[in-house]
Nanobody, 125 residues
Framework: QGQLVESGGGLVQPGESLRLSCAAS????????IAWFRQAPGKEREGVSF????????YYTDSVKGRFAISKDNAKNTVYLQMNSLKPEDTAVYYC??????????????????WGQGTQVTVSS
């Protein structure tokens, strides 16, 4: 049974950076498209970033463009989300998921998507 484990969250001040990791076990991440989602208290979950199976193409929601970067390290079976210039509105639980795709600029998942347990990111002064 495959599993995804997110890590790297924490409490940072506005303007600082964090790098989230999404480590896979039981399967090969290189075989899947991966997305990062986030959910803030009282808000719906939103897709933040997406990377294709090959890793050559990426996508970001408008609110994080130019600040976040998604990448795959196939040797480590891990996907990363580098988050720079963090803002208080980035505060949320961040999740990674497999089998993601994009439709009309929205990042979506399927019934076959595997999700991690999430990691908390808090941006506050």
């Amino acid at each position: 049974q495959g599993q995804l484990v997110e890590s790297g969250g924490g409490l940072v001040q506005p303007g600082e950076s964090l790098r989230l990791s999404c480590a896979a076990s039981g399967f090969t991440l290189a075989d899947y498209s991966i997305a990062w989602f986030r959910q803030a208290p009282g808000k719906e979950r939103e897709g933040v970033s997406f990377i294709t199976t090959s890793g050559y193409a990426t996508y970001y929601t408008d609110s994080v463009k130019g600040r976040f970067a998604i990448s795959k390290d196939n040797a480590k079976n891990t996907v990363y989300l580098q988050m720079n210039s963090l803002k208080p509105e980035d505060t949320a639980v961040y999740y990674c998921a497999t089998n993601a795709y994009i439709r009309d600029t929205v990042i979506l998942t399927t019934s076959r998507s595997l999700w991690g347990q999430g990691t908390q990111v808090t941006v506050s002064s």
